[in-house]
């Protein structure tokens, strides 16, 4: 795969942070994450290549003015004659589509005077038909078509095979900086994804420190590979393939903190799903077993082996019921092992995670 555009471009980064959803929907989205089957690792690593976001391809193809606007004014049409129907399943309304179109439009042309007759594009004008076309009918989510999260001050690449990282998980990265001597330490990002958590520890640790990143999923890491080395931590944040707890045998009882968002969603909730999230966000992202437990009780019994005395967990879940279950579960039956658990709620007032001390 050819990423040498983005070593080149890393200094081009926009700085604004773009949500494309507010936390509390972007939350109750989450929530409602449904899961139909877990898809093999080689099922996934079948995911079509990725090509750069958006906003890196160079301006290299060009349209009228009027051309341009035609587009803008049928883009807008569709997007108001769908939104009602959208948010039927909890889907973007027409204010929130209109927005994913001018973000769309920022990220695929040059701005220019108006004045000029000629608008500068990355990609085609019937691309940008095509890909809109595709944001509606298919509902295909927002960050797929443009190839790019905006998350805390970062800019992530992502593509389908990745989970699409969500703000309320931006919350751990900030868990993990109350912790003391945090930057010089040993920690795993278990489940990363397309390397979020990771890369927001990463950019924090000073000389010494170092971040553990693993997922099961080869696109996953793929993706997260692309991320590492657009913010230059390839010496901090090291990629493991591999189940849980299985690529950290070597570093058992050493690691200073452990951090997951695993896959929470109950099985039964999978009927609910928004388009955007059931039918194009990987399965094996989203799927917690039939309460929506099995990986976050897998990964409460390792972090007891995995961690050292005085090491930190955060557990990212799917709100209320289930912080409340893992963190009785750590103050009982673990009592001797685990201390200073506590919950710790998200953007929203939900209690999203459950955070704790190894005795
Ligand atoms: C909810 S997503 C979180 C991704 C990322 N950390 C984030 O917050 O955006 C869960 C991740 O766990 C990974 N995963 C699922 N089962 C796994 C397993 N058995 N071992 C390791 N990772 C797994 C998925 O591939 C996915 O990337």
């Known amino acids: 795969m050819n990423w040498i555009w983005t070593v080149e471009m890393t200094l081009r980064f926009p700085l604004a942070i773009r949500s494309p959803l507010p936390p509390a929907l972007a939350s109750s989205l989450h929530r ?9 690792a080689a099922a996934l690593s079948s995911s079509p290549p990725a090509s750069p976001p958006l906003f890196l391809r160079p301006l290299v193809f060009s349209a009228s003015r009027s051309d341009f606007l035609d587009f803008r004014r049928w883009a807008e049409s569709l997007a108001l004659a769908a939104g009602p129907r959208l948010t039927c399943d909890g889907g973007p309304d027409a204010g929130l589509l209109g ?24 990609v085609e004008l019937e691309e940008l038909y095509r890909l809109w076309r595709e944001r509606i009918e298919k509902r ?10 905006h998350w805390r001050d970062l800019i992530l690449v992502v593509k389908e095979g990745v989970l699409i990282p ?3 998980t931006e919350v ?12 010089k330490g040993l920690w795993a990002d278990l489940g990363t994804g397309s390397g979020a958590i990771a890369v927001g520890i990463g950019r924090m640790l000073k000389e010494g420190g170092r971040v553990l990143a693993t997922d099961l999923s080869p696109v996953a890491l793929e993706v997260a590979r692309v991320n590492v080395e657009r913010y230059e931590l390839k ?16 570093v058992e009882g050493e690691l200073m903190g452990l951090v997951s968002n695993p896959p929470y969603i109950p099985s039964t909730n999978l009927s609910g799903l928004q388009a955007e999230v059931g039918q194009h966000e990987p399965k094996l992202a989203l799927d917690g077993g039939d309460d929506g437990m099995d990986h976050l009780l897998h ?15 955060a557990f990212e879940t799917n709100g209320d019921k289930q912080s409340k279950f893992i963190a009785d579960l750590m103050t009982t039956r ?11 709620s998200d953007f929203a007032g939900i209690k999203r995670f459950v955070t704790g001390f190894r005795r």
């Open 166 to 168: 969500r703000p309320e």
């Open 140 to 149: 295909r989510p927002f960050q797929y078509i443009v190839g790019c999260e």
């Open 334 to 344: 673990w009592r001797k092992v685990f201390h200073n658990v506590k919950m710790v």
């Open 235 to 250: 010496d901090k944040i090291e990629l493991r393939q591999g189940s849980w707890f299985e690529p950290l045998q070597d």
């Open 299 to 313: 990964l409460c019994e390792g972090s007891s082996l995995a961690l050292k005395s005085g090491g930190f967990f």
């Open 99 to 122: 927005r994913e179109l001018s973000w769309l439009l920022e990220d695929a042309s040059a701005s220019s005077d108006s004045s000029v007759d000629e608008v500068r594009l990355r």
């Open 32 to 40: 409602r994450l449904p899961i139909l089957s877990s898809p093999s």
């Open 172 to 183: 751990v990265v900030d868990l993990v900086a109350e912790v003391q001597g945090f930057e």
